[in-house]
């Protein structure tokens, strides 16, 4: 999109821990992005999520219509060192002087905020008890399920999805709520994990259990990425039998172009960082903005007219979706709302 504002890269003093913070932009407000910890080959590699990650956010606040901007931390190394290195990203974080705020992400959890939160205030998704709005993943599952109405409707010309099949793929804690919200309206089921234990849900719903590259490949209506990114690429996307591919998985292109190749298959593929962006509304609702339950559902459901603007403006300009999104998103940013 553009460059960043800010990144900081420091060895912790308290963990010894490579500890990665990316501010990309304040345009539009404090920029929001979880902390994730990750024992990464090399620390550059953390460097090159964080950078991609806080650009997605930017992207990511920008369409959720959040007077917000995006930022991403990472702590490269195991959860040996875990609490010296959260007590790091928060003096990181605290240094910033309230630009940027974190919350969860992979790797880390409500709990690990507390921690972050003993070293500064800019910090989202504490326990509830701890006077947090908590685990985020509810709200992020019931965006999906709202952005997944968006392209049956879109791509099938009607958003009811108990006429629809779909491959959900991971079972974590917003793919198994995504799989139990699909599976109450009736719709058609194929579920994945590499976790077995998983299969248990599976079982619970009624849905069929497959292994992970055959839901990337069922001949479904929609394949629905709740795991891990990266699960597009040319390869898979020429395998695919899907005619859609949402889901709340981050970065699920390998490169950019490979929407292009989606688009050429006549797969609608659903920009990932729309699809998810449930999480940073119902934390923001709940603790910026002190939203009534009603008030956080209307924005959740929001998700649907805003990736149906996205749909629209892609086949008005003959764009991809992604580049659509990406032309909006940018388009906000650089013109903020007086
Ligand atoms: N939690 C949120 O609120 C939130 C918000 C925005 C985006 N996301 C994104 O959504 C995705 C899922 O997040 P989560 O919080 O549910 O994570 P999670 O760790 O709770 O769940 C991920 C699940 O995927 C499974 N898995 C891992 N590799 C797999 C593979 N190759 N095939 C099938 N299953 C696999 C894991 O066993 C696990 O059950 C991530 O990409 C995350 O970045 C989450």
Request: glycine share 12%; charged share 20%; proline share 6%.
């Amino acid at each position: 999109m553009f460059s960043h504002e800010r990144i900081i890269i420091r060895r912790g003093p308290e963990s010894g821990l490579p500890i990665i913070v990316a501010v990309h932009s304040t345009a539009l407000g404090q920029a929001l992005g979880g902390c994730r910890f990750k024992p990464y080959a090399d620390w550059r590699d953390g460097l090159a999520d964080a950078l991609r990650l806080s650009t997605a956010m930017t992207a990511k606040c920008a369409l959720a219509g959040l007077p917000n901007g995006g930022g991403k931390t990472v702590i490269v190394g195991d959860r040996s060192r875990g609490e010296a290195a959260l007590h790091d990203v928060g003096a990181v974080i605290e240094e910033l002087g309230g630009s940027y705020a974190t919350g969860p992400d992979v790797g880390t959890g409500p709990d690990d905020m507390v921690t972050i939160g003993a070293r500064t205030s800019h910090v989202f998704c504490r326990p509830v008890a701890a006077g947090g709005s908590g685990d985020s993943s509810p709200g992020t599952a019931v965006g999906t399920v709202a952005a997944l109405r968006a392209v049956c409707e879109a791509q099938f010309g009607s958003p009811d999805l108990a006429r629809r099949s779909f491959s959900v793929l991971g079972l974590g804690r917003v793919g198994g709520r995504v799989a139990r919200l699909l599976a109450e309206t009736g719709a058609k089921l194929l579920v994945t994990d590499v976790d077995p234990a998983k299969r248990a849900l599976a079982d619970e719903l009624g849905a069929g259990w497959v292994t992970p590259d055959e839901g990337l490949t069922a001949a479904v209506d929609v394949v629905v990425p709740a795991a891990l990114g990266g699960v597009l690429t040319p390869a898979s996307v020429a395998a695919l039998r899907c005619s859609a591919v949402a889901g709340p998985a981050n970065n699920q292109l390998d490169a950019e172009p490979t929407a292009d190749l989606l688009h050429a298959r006549g797969i609608l593929w659903a920009p990932d960082y729309v699809v998810s962006a449930g999480g940073v509304i119902s934390a923001t609702a709940a603790e910026l903005r002190h939203e009534t339950p009603a008030q956080v559902a209307a924005r959740l459901d929001g998700i649907a007219g805003t990736l149906a603007g996205v749909f629209a403006a892609a086949r008005r300009d003959d764009v991809t979706p992604a580049a659509a999104a990406a032309a909006e998103a940018r388009r906000r940013v650089l013109t903020p709302p007086g």
